[in-house]
């Protein structure tokens, strides 16, 4: 598949005895796809998807190789709903990202530092959430919820036209993809 090629040759010099530095160099082959350029759409999705705390790796993901302005298409069952309840608290007190860093900072407290990540994503890319969460529940939590893969294609046309620059990301919780002009 087009923009997905493994990394073959080590570019992060993180091992300096030569022993080791070729084995330093496996998980960008087959954990790591290079594009040439940044997308204007992500999909991805399970098995990440317990629920949004947990889908949040796969958000990280699209949203890197995804352009300024883009749109990530999160396909996440959650079946067990948002995740932690102070996850949840920190989405729905902190209106943006520069404010929850801001408390982090005065103070670590354990899902705020999800929240920020999840927040700071979605000043970049508009988040889409295909989700078994109920939309209502999704309110003012950052991700913008849609019902069935068909509208989610359709909100993401309307913002970047019909026939983006798409990648699909199956196992997008696992991969760490990165566009070749950011390395």
């Known amino acids: 598949m087009e923009g997905y090629r493994a990394l ?3 570019r992060f ?4 005895d030569e022993s080791i530095r070729p084995g330093a160099c496996v998980p960008g082959r087959f954990f790591g796809p290079r594009n040439e350029e940044f997308s204007d ?3 991805g999705g399970y ?14 993901n699209a949203v890197r190789i995804t352009k300024k302005g883009g749109v990530v298409i999160l396909l996440a069952e959650c ?10 608290r920190w989405l ?14 005065e103070k670590f407290q354990f899902g705020g530092h999800k929240a920020f990540f999840l927040s700071r994503l979605t000043e970049k890319a508009d988040v889409l959430l295909v989700s078994s969460i109920p939309e209502k529940s999704l309110q003012d939590l950052f991700v913008k919820p849609v019902a069935t893969m068909p ?3 359709k909100v993401a046309y309307d ?10 990301l199956p196992q997008g919780g696992l991969v760490f993809p990165w566009v070749k002009s950011s390395l």
């Open 13 to 16: 010099p993180i091992a300096s």
């Open 92 to 105: 729905r007190r902190n209106g943006s990202a520069k404010e929850m860093e801001e408390k982090l900072l």
């Open 41 to 43: 759409r992500q999909l």
């Open 47 to 60: 098995p990440k998807d317990i629920n949004l705390f947990q889908a949040h790796k796969t958000m990280e």
């Open 151 to 153: 509208e989610a294609l």
């Open 159 to 168: 913002k970047v036209g019909p026939q983006p620059l798409t990648y699909i």
């Open 8 to 10: 073959v040759k080590c």
């Open 79 to 88: 079946r067990d709903g948002i995740g932690p309840f102070s996850f949840v």
